[in-house]
């Protein structure tokens, strides 16, 4: 199948923000295998970026993630935290794009997260069998990397700025916010009861 | 409101099989609080149990939750297991009701589990906050208690016998689903992408 973005020989910032907003299953009518391996990965942490941009935009927590084969370098699930879009209470960038990416073998995938992983997703990434982690900001938030090495997760520092320099805006501007999304509601006075309200 | 509830002197197995399956938000036509408070710990462990059962009687894992306002002795949150029903690759009985409660303090909430948390729902537990855990079974998992006490969370074990029973019986039935549920599609097998063909 010719593909929108088979010819496409200069990676830019749009072509890398069509894929962070198409659906993970839809990826196929914009390109084949021969395009994602020419992706690299910086390539898929602007994509995670990109996807924390989107959140920010919806008024969310800018923080997402991209799943990739680590053979075929096929994007296999992607996301961005849902705190405020679903109301949910843990669906961080991680969350997000295991759960978009279903039963699979993530033995054989590398995680791209846009921020370093929170105690619950680096359970969560060990336990699925991460072969590779690699982390797109370790400025804001850090402390999990040592806890994935020990448990057999490569992980790799490969910071984005513009991500950085967006949670740290974000962090500033929302604070209660930024500080439920890691410890919950509790910390921030929320009663029981009251998202239902 | 005069609810169906309100005049039942009998806290039958049918009364917590209609609240098990009641959707959250629509329980207030079921009871009002002076029912809910006539609700025994056994009782909401019981509700844990049946949404278990609700699980398994769809081909599903067979682990259920409840999360109760302490103050009301509201149910705020509850579900179970959908590895198949879903295709979630980490949605268990925990994560299902913490997810159906939406951001609320659950500080202030008790988590009754059909089953001992896994790793991650442990993690989830105690970043989130919960005064209290009351686990349905020991039996056939356990091994996280000991860190969510460390971590100022009360455990109480509060055995069900036919949780027990349901989830002994499933383990034997579906081995592989089983380890999948807790150590992820690789543990059985499962190729990459295999879950979207």
Redesign the interface.
């Known amino acids: 199948m010719t593909t929108l973005f088979n010819n496409q020989t200069v990676i830019a910032e749009p072509v890398l923000a069509v894929i962070a907003h198409m659906p993970t ?1 839809s990826l196929p009518v914009l390109m084949g295998d021969d395009f994602s391996r020419r992706l690299s990965d910086a390539d898929f942490m602007r994509i995670a970026a990109l996807l924390a941009q989107k959140s920010y935009d919806e008024g969310g927590c800018p923080i997402g993630a991209v799943i990739v ?1 680590n ?2 370098g ?1 994007i ?1 699930g992607k996301g961005h935290n849902t ?1 405020v879009q679903e ?5 961080h960038g991680e ?1 997000a794009a ?2 978009d ?9 590398t995680l791209f997260t846009s921020l370093s992983p ?3 997703c ?3 990434v060990h ?3 991460f072969a590779r982690v690699v982390v797109g900001d370790v400025t804001n938030a850090s402390g999990t990397e040592p806890l994935l090495r020990a448990r057999g997760v490569r992980v790799d520092i490969l910071e984005d700025k513009r991500a950085i320099e967006l949670y740290a805006r974000f962090r500033t501007e929302k604070p209660d916010l930024d500080r ?1 999304d ?6 921030v ?8 309200s």
Chains 1, 2 share one sequence.
């Not at 109301?87 to 669906?91: L, Q, R």
């Not at 890691?182 to 910390?187: E, P, Q």
């Open positions: 299953a084969d053979e075929s096929r296999v705190l109301n949910h209470p843990y669906n969350t295991i759960r990416a279903g039963r699979i073998d993530f033995g054989r995938t929170c105690e619950i680096a359970a969560l336990m699925r069998g439920e890691w410890i919950g509601a509790g910390a006075g929320r009663p029981v009861g009251s998202s239902q």
